[in-house]
């Protein structure tokens, strides 16, 4: 196992550079990179003209006002859509300040550098460290998928189980028919009446409606911090959570049944061992090793990219309303940051889960398979 380990920590590198330079390529085909997002908002039509600009090393780019410094020219580069009218010196001045004054490849290798040493430099528009606006953002984000991962999992395995041991029983046909009834609701609709319900004025003013913690947080005890952070998250976990049951209570379920038919079980209770020992000790081992691989991507998904409706319809800002906003605005330290750090977590978990696998059932021999 050890040299699984040491292969498998050797490949995240040359993964981890392909999924860098892939995403890099695209970047520079897609439209609408930052200096024209700047463009935009000198002219007047960039959606969120109120955006702040200059996240790089000065407040603004090359002093004064802007519009002032379009003078008389004709025509700006070409290459930028919404240039024309603006002094060339001028655009060339922002691409400096973006840093796309450096041919690609420069500009790749320079970053991967960076990055190696965890250096993601500065928003262009938030005029912010990446790696402060990431810690900023992250307990909403851990929270959410902390808690739904353990919810879903903590719920959705016993229940599975159950619903194995008793097919076709009056509580398997009633748990199904509530469970595909939650999956069809979509979270944001099932957000918004909870809103309705339990956090205006209109029926129960019970739950806050936005942020993680209440205002006077610092001044409450320790005990009455914890229940202020789970007040605050309630509705949020509800309404993430009631879909979040239904994959992996009927994968769970279909598992445990396709083991339960075999060979090896009915020899186990031909010998008279007991119903909880061939389910936890024979069954539950085989029937776990399809839900551990659906884990990582679980916990990835949840924790960075599930949560964004939610987020949004909370007022919790978290990564994924980061994320939202960085690709919205072309903010590409941001983007890339976020890419690099999710990707290396990823390859990481997966690693974490093959690991789980060889505890699991220790009869898997990654040793004697290739990576």
Known sequence: MTAYIIRRLLLIFPTLLGIMAITFVIIQFAPGGPVEQVIAQLSGTDVDASTRVGGGNSGDFGGGNPASQA????????KYRGAQGLD????????????????PLERFMLMLWNYARFDFGNSYFQDKAV??????????????GLWITLLSYGISIPLGIRKAVSDGSKFDLWTS????????????????LLIVLFASDNFLNIFPLRGLTSDNFEELTWYEKIGDYFWHLALPLIAMSVSAFATTTFLTKNSFLDEIKKQYVMTARA??????????????????????AGFPA?????????????????????????????IFQRDYPIIFANLYIFSLLGLFVNLISD??????????????REV
């Open 71 to 78: 003078g008389d020219a004709s025509q700006a580069s070409s």
């Open 88 to 103: 060339p010196e001028f655009i060339k001045e922002i691409e400096k300040q973006f840093g796309f004054d450096k041919p």
């Open 131 to 144: 790696v402060d606006l990431i810690i900023e953002k992250m307990p909403v984000s851990i929270s959410l």
């Open 177 to 192: 028919g509530v469970i595909v009834v939650g999956y069809a609701i979509p979270g944001f609709l099932l957000a918004v």
């Open 271 to 292: 010998k008279g061992l007991p119903e909880r020992s061939v389910l936890y000790g024979h069954v539950f081992r085989n029937a776990m090793l399809i839900i551990i």
């Open 298 to 326: 679980a916990i990835l998904s949840v924790l960075f990219t599930g949560s964004i409706l939610i987020e949004t319809i909370f007022s919790l800002d978290g990564l994924g309303q980061l994320s939202f906003r960085a």
């Open 355 to 368: 690991i789980i696998y060889s505890l699991v059932d220790p009869r898997i021999d990654f040793e004697s």
